[in-house]
Each structure stands twice: as C-alpha cells, then as structure tokens.
C-alpha cells in the first residue's frame, strides 16, 4: 500500500539547482518523519537528510549542508529536496524514504529513486 515516487532529477552543470519531489500515499504522510538518501554510481548508500513530521526539525549531511534544503507539504503528501550549488560528486540516484515512528527509528519504505547527473 506504501508508494513513494521521486521525480525532478536530471542533468545539471556543476553550480546548478535542481528541486526533487516525492509523492506519498499509503500512509498517513503528516505523522512520518521522512528521509532523502543517494546512491553514487558503484558506491553504497549515503544518508542525506532528515524532517520530522511536522517539518519544524531537519537534519542535514556534512557534505550536503548548506547547500540543500528538506522541506514537505502535508496538505499535498509531498516531501521536496531543493539543491543548489550542484557538485559533480552529487551525482547519484536519490530516493525518498519514509522513517520509523520507533526505534530504530529506520527507513522502512522507499520508492524507486531519481537520478540527479551534475556534469559540464
């Protein structure tokens, strides 16, 4: 019954934006707390962002930070990833999650993922 569906991702010159959006249903998307997480070409899972529920609190990766901003839209069932100032070490598939309200507080669904190309 969960689906999450990433769309937005393209390719972008290095310093660019680009604005990522996830689609939920399934489950009630106001009480999760949701994550963004990538996938570099032939690299593991690397953990991007969080925001709880109510979208008061986020969280960022040191390699992300100030450059990326998580925000969601309840009233939509919609979770965003605005990224600017693109680097070519960016590239990678990105995929929305939904979070465990317990511990350990994991990723518990994910959709399918889309790819973000940074390259001159």
């Known amino acids: 019954q969960v689906q999450l569906v990433e769309s937005g991702g393209g390719l972008v010159q290095p310093g660019g934006s680009l604005r990522l959006s996830c689609a939920a249903s399934?489950?009630?998307?106001?009480?999760?707390?949701m994550s963004w997480v990538r996938q570099a070409p032939g690299k593991g899972l690397e953990w991007v962002s969080d925001?709880?529920?109510?979208?008061?609190?986020?969280y960022y990766a040191d390699s992300v930070k100030g450059r990326f901003t998580i925000s969601r839209d309840n009233a939509k069932n919609m979770l965003y990833l605005q990224m600017n100032s693109l680097k070519p070490e960016d590239t990678a598939v990105y995929y929305c999650?939904?979070?465990?309200?317990?511990?350990?507080?994991?990723?518990?669904?994910w959709g399918k993922g889309t790819l973000v190309t940074v390259s001159s």
């Open positions: 999650g939904k979070k465990l309200g317990y511990p350990p507080y994991g990723m518990d669904y």
């Open positions: 399934g489950f009630t998307f106001s009480s999760a707390a």
């Open positions: 925001i709880n529920s109510g979208g008061g609190s986020t």
